[in-house]
């Protein structure tokens, strides 16, 4: 499911195709889709997810510093030159994906939980 809904397919058709091939209602899978945060740390066993990202970022920033290096360095070929600044400029347009998504997944986050709210309040209501 994450990936059709990262190759651009809409969201609500990804559910319903989903819900279609595995047998099940679409609010499970919407369900599902809400608890995605803790897909990763419940298949790969992390503890601490915001761990693996702070070390994903270190290791991401690490290299694009090296090749930035390298683009600065004195070195015979200039295609290691220009190789080693694309790698840095895709490396620092990478990151800044990873931390728009991360963004994106809190604002839907809450969002989620402001529809709960309005959804108790609207039962609360007609009771």
């Known amino acids: 499911m994450l ?7 809409d969201p609500t058709e990804v559910v319903t195709t989903v819900a279609k091939d595995y047998g099940v209602k ?20 992390f503890d601490e997810l915001e761990n693996v990202l702070y070390e994903s970022l270190y290791s991401l920033n690490r290299v694009s510093n090296d ?29 800044a994906d990873m931390v728009r998504e991360l963004i994106r997944d809190e604002e839907l986050e809450d969002l989620d939980k402001r529809l709960k709210a309005l959804e108790e309040l609207q039962h609360e209501e007609e009771s």
């Open 67 to 95: 090749a930035y290096l390298l683009y600065l360095k004195e070195v015979d070929s200039p295609n290691a030159r220009v190789g080693a600044l694309r790698l840095f400029v895709e490396i620092r347009f990478r990151v």
């Open 26 to 45: 679409r609010e499970s899978v919407y369900a599902d889709w809400r608890r995605r945060g803790q897909w990763l740390k419940q298949v790969a066993g």
């Open 3 to 9: 990936n059709l809904v990262g190759m651009g397919l």
